[in-house]
């Protein structure tokens, strides 16, 4: 395994459409997390996952944002309804219990037109 | 809520050494990493503090005072490869997320 791979790296979309990214962990990893980082931000948490249960979630995170790990492997980030502001990369990281290194994946660039 | 500040940008020459300050509020506080980043490129893992010292790897090393809400990333011997935004980032709460802070840039010269 080569790490955390996601898909697309880059989305282009106009708004108010759908959009719906994937994300593989490492294999081995029971835990999954999903940032955004804006330029010159650092990464900004949305939601946390061990194996399959959605654990914690961004209070900041609108109703528009939904994310599921259906069997504990990987992981899909569906924003509806986009927004201009829902411009950002959006990275998928990966950990196993009880380590505090979490590897993250390349990012999926979204630009909303 | 959680607050982190660090430096926006910090300038060294190469084979110097670099301190990068972070200071934090937050309650249930955990721990303190610290990921680097280059430009276009992801996020990567350089240390976690979860008590009190100097945690040493390499030409890196970090360091927490949890009394203080303080910590600091030490970067040894730079070299231009160094070159890039270093987050501090606290994990808090019961689970393992973790709140970054703004970054700072690291710009080495020869």
């Known amino acids: 395994d080569t790490g955390v791979s996601q898909d697309p790296r880059h989305k282009i979309t106009k708004r108010g459409q759908n959009v719906t990214f994937r994300c593989d962990p490492i294999?081995?990893?029971?835990?999954l997390y999903w940032y955004r980082q804006t330029l010159g931000q650092g990464p900004e948490f949305l939601t946390y996952f061990q194996n399959e249960a959605q654990l914690e979630k961004s209070r900041l995170l609108s109703d528009r944002f939904s994310a599921e790990r259906p069997k504990g492997s990987f992981s899909t980030l569906e924003i509806q309804r986009t927004e201009q502001g829902d411009s950002a990369m959006y990275l998928c990281?990966?950990?196993?219990?009880?380590?505090?290194?979490?590897?993250f994946g390349p990012g999926t660039r979204l630009t909303v037109l | 809520g959680q607050s982190l500040e660090q430096p926006s940008e910090v300038t060294a020459v190469e084979g110097a050494i670099v301190q990068i300050n972070c200071t934090y509020q937050?309650?249930?506080?955990?721990?303190l990493s610290w990921y680097q980043q280059h430009d276009g490129g992801a996020p990567t893992f350089l240390s976690y503090?979860?008590?009190?010292g100097l945690e040493e790897t390499g030409r890196f090393s970090s360091f927490l005072s949890r009394s203080d809400s303080y910590g600091y990333l030490l970067l040894q011997e730079l070299q231009m490869k160094d070159s890039a935004s270093y987050f501090c980032a606290v994990r808090a709460g019961g689970y393992s997320t973790l709140t970054f802070g703004k970054g700072t840039m690291l710009l080495v010269s020869p």
């Open positions: 937050t309650s249930g506080f955990y721990g």
């Open positions: 294999s081995e990893h029971n835990r």
């Open positions: 503090n979860g008590l009190d």
């Open positions: 990281a990966s950990s196993l219990s009880g380590s505090n290194e979490q590897f």
